[in-house]
């Protein structure tokens, strides 16, 4: 049973993050981002976790000069 043309355009089984409504990171975010990281995730799963595009996520690694690997909650707070 269709409804008409807007149909076409519905999103099925998209799990869609809400925006933060803060701009910077907090320190829960950072804290995910390490878990995240050491676990081998993917910056686009952070990301989504997190409720940011995967470009603060990076721009993240950058201010700390870390990688996924390297990338530390704590340092990277007190960088501030």
Not at 22 to 43: P, W
């Amino acid at each position: 049973e269709s409804r008409g043309l807007g149909d076409v355009y519905k999103r099925q089984d998209v799990n869609i993050v809400a925006r933060k409504k803060t701009k910077r990171l907090r320190y829960e975010d950072r804290v995910i981002i390490e878990r995240m990281s050491k676990a081998g995730k993917k910056v686009a799963d952070i990301a989504n976790e997190i409720g940011v595009h995967r470009d603060t996520i990076y721009k993240e690694f950058t201010r700390c000069g870390a990688t996924k690997e390297t990338y530390s909650a704590e340092k990277a707070q007190r960088e501030i």
